[in-house]
């Protein structure tokens, strides 16, 4: 996934001596049906059909241990099973608050997928790729 602008200020100034970073205690996991941008904007949420963002505790559960500038999600993240058509994803994304907020980290899927009624999007351990490298 890539860093938002968001977050990558908030790490610089950190390690630059300007304000201290508390990072939240609970992260957001969100589906796009349009491109997400490195500025947090451009998202498009399923509206309705059971969609809701998935809350996911920010920890060394959640998450595996940064090497190489990455890390990957360490536990399956599931969303509720759709009761009506979400469209097409083609973005996950990492945000502030279960809605609106700040978009922290977005990925493109790597193929879109169609949600109709009764799926289950599903993100397997290790599944998303967190990295902050050039």
């Given at each position: 996934?890539?860093?938002?602008?968001?977050?990558?200020?908030?790490i610089l100034d950190?390690?630059?001596?300007?304000?201290?970073?508390?990072?939240?205690?609970?992260?957001?996991?969100?589906?796009?049906?349009?491109?997400?941008?490195?500025?947090?904007?451009?998202?498009?949420?399923?509206?309705?059909?059971?969609?809701?963002?998935?809350?996911?505790?920010?920890?060394k559960t959640t998450?595996?241990?940064?090497?190489?500038?990455?890390?990957?999600?360490?536990?399956?993240?599931?969303?509720?099973?759709?009761?009506?058509?979400?469209?097409?994803?083609?973005?996950?994304?990492?945000?502030?608050?279960?809605?609106?907020?700040?978009?922290y980290f977005f990925?493109?899927?790597?193929?879109?997928?169609?949600?109709?009624?009764?799926?289950?999007?599903?993100?397997?351990?290790?599944?998303?790729?967190?990295?902050?490298?050039?």
């Amino acid at each position: 996934m890539s860093v938002c602008y968001v977050v990558a200020n908030k790490i610089l100034d950190y390690n630059f001596g300007k304000t201290a970073h508390t990072p939240p205690t609970t992260y957001y996991v969100g589906l796009s049906t349009t491109v997400v941008n490195i500025n947090g904007t451009g998202n498009t949420e399923p509206s309705g059909g059971s969609y809701a963002r998935v809350a996911i505790t920010n920890n060394k559960t959640t998450f595996t241990t940064a090497a190489t500038g990455t890390l990957k999600n360490d536990i399956s993240i599931s969303f509720p099973e759709s009761s009506g058509a979400w469209g097409t994803i083609t973005y996950v994304f990492i945000s502030d608050a279960p809605t609106g907020g700040n978009i922290y980290f977005f990925e493109a899927l790597p193929s879109a997928k169609t949600v109709q009624t009764a799926t289950t999007v599903l993100f397997v351990a290790a599944a998303l790729t967190f990295s902050m490298t050039n």
